[in-house]
């Protein structure tokens, strides 16, 4: 769940007013402020929950500092006051309510004014899942609520009382007018006279609605062009992971020519078959890990003794140009399958891992695969001898699902994109795998991929 950046912004101005540095605090977080302080971008509902929590925990009166940030103006306030003697604070707040969180929440967090009686109303927050609401929010807007009608018209006030049912909090508003001043009565009076109030107020109604409806425009196009971004992303991302992967299958065509031109037709036919089926797959499944859409693999019981032993069969010639040994290890025999996409393991995952491990392995040494089978889980291991990789950059790896890592150079000089890991761990989730690297420099590296089974 995204929200847009706006709403920390008022967050900053804070804390500036409290002649702090706001660069200062959201790098303590471990934040870009760069990008925290871009309101054209987004953060995550999780980002903005610890934020405001600790924005909570730094300051005492965080609440109080939150309400200052309004309709403050003095003129704009006794403009108000006057008018607000003549249409409920509904309509106002209608407008200032349902900009404020549309701009900051986006669709995060709808909201909704639902009227109740005729000095009352509620003001009800609908979210995604009831953990998205946690207290320092909700008593947060508490305060914000009470300090609004003041904020608009002296003559103002709530009584704001809290609900929560599931994902649905609600804040139950009583609204309260006190007598006008001889100042204001004057002004009300002579608007009355002359016919005025009705026409005003139907003017401000009007604006409210126009302006409700001109801002909805704007998120709406503001939402659209978003969806065109994260498209454009996802175009990028599927023509690199289809180049990525298509491109380690390139080899084969390479090995084939070469088995034709020593006469060996049946194997160079066996070798394009399975050429042509991984490409396939490969593009269908791409679609399906740039999407997070499980729901899309095609999902068949597969063999995965037998997949092995075609994986090994497809990038043996690999291998023996470093003159690397391909081992599988096994203690389960070819029936024993599991419920899976054969293409997107095969290809997208141990098809990355063993095209890694021969890339970082040095000549003369193996690569093995181990699959055990217990009465809860089977694992799958490939282990090779390589140059490693330093225990931090492990962690990192283990830690970020998403994060593609900076590509190196293997040793014969071979060149990656360094999307590998990233369509591994990708293709494991999507698959309901489990995926973790061990490794340290000089000692080669093991990944290990594991599933609940029962037999």
């Not at 500092?65 to 003549?86: A, E, Q």
Request: net charge negative.
């Amino acid at each position: 769940m995204n929200i847009s950046n706006k709403a920390v912004h008022a967050y900053i101005n804070y804390i500036v007013e409290n002649n702090d540095d706001p660069r200062s605090f959201f790098e303590s977080l471990g934040y870009d402020y760069s990008l925290i302080s871009d309101e054209k971008k987004y953060m995550t509902w999780n980002d903005y929950r610890l934020i405001t929590e600790s924005l909570n925990d730094k300051y005492d009166k965080f609440y109080e500092g939150m309400t200052k940030h309004g309709l403050t103006n003095k003129y704009v306030k006794r403009v108000l006051d006057i008018l607000s003697r003549m249409i409920s604070f509904r309509f106002v707040g209608d407008f200032i309510l349902k900009y404020s969180f549309k701009t900051f929440y986006t669709d995060a967090v709808k909201i909704e004014l639902v009227e109740t009686g005729k000095t009352s109303f509620d003001i009800k927050l609908t979210f995604d899942r009831p953990e998205d609401i946690f207290p320092v929010f909700v008593d947060m807007y508490r305060i914000v609520f009470l300090a609004l009608p003041r904020m608009v018209s002296e003559s103002m006030s709530w009584d704001v009382e809290i609900t929560q049912n599931e994902n649905v909090l609600i804040y139950h508003v009583d609204e309260y007018s006190s007598a006008p001043s001889i100042f204001a009565t004057i002004q009300i009076f002579i608007l009355r006279l002359f016919k005025l109030d009705k026409y005003y107020k139907n003017l401000i109604i009007e604006n409210l609605q126009h302006n409700n409806e001109l801002e909805r425009a704007n998120l709406e196009l503001e939402m659209a062009e978003k969806k065109i971004r994260e498209a454009h992303k996802e175009v990028l991302l599927a023509n690199r992971i289809i180049s990525h992967d298509i491109a380690n299958k390139m080899l084969i065509v390479e090995h084939v020519k070469r088995l034709i031109s020593r006469g060996e037709v049946e194997k160079a036919n066996q070798k394009l078959d399975i050429y042509y089926k991984s490409v396939k797959a490969i593009i269908e499944n791409t679609r399906n890990v740039v999407d997070d859409n499980s729901n899309s693999f095609n999902m068949s019981d597969v063999s995965i003794k037998e997949m092995l032993e075609e994986l090994i069969f497809e990038y043996q010639d690999q291998a023996s140009e470093k003159n690397i040994k391909l081992v599988l290890d096994s203690n389960v025999d070819a029936q024993f399958s599991i419920r899976t996409n054969k293409e997107a393991l095969k290809d997208s995952v141990l098809g990355n891992i063993l095209q890694n491990a021969i890339k970082f392995s040095p000549e003369n040494s193996e690569v093995k695969f181990k699959l055990e089978v217990t009465g809860i889980e089977f694992y799958l291991s490939c282990k090779d001898h390589g140059v490693g990789i330093e225990a931090s950059l492990v962690n990192e790896i283990n830690r970020n699902e998403d994060k593609i890592f900076k590509s190196t150079v293997g040793t014969h000089g071979e060149k990656g994109r360094g999307l590998g890991l990233f369509i591994i761990r990708k293709v494991c989730r999507e698959l309901g795998l489990h995926v973790r690297f061990v490794s340290e420099l000089g000692n080669g590296t093991k990944v290990i991929i594991s599933q609940p089974y029962k037999c």
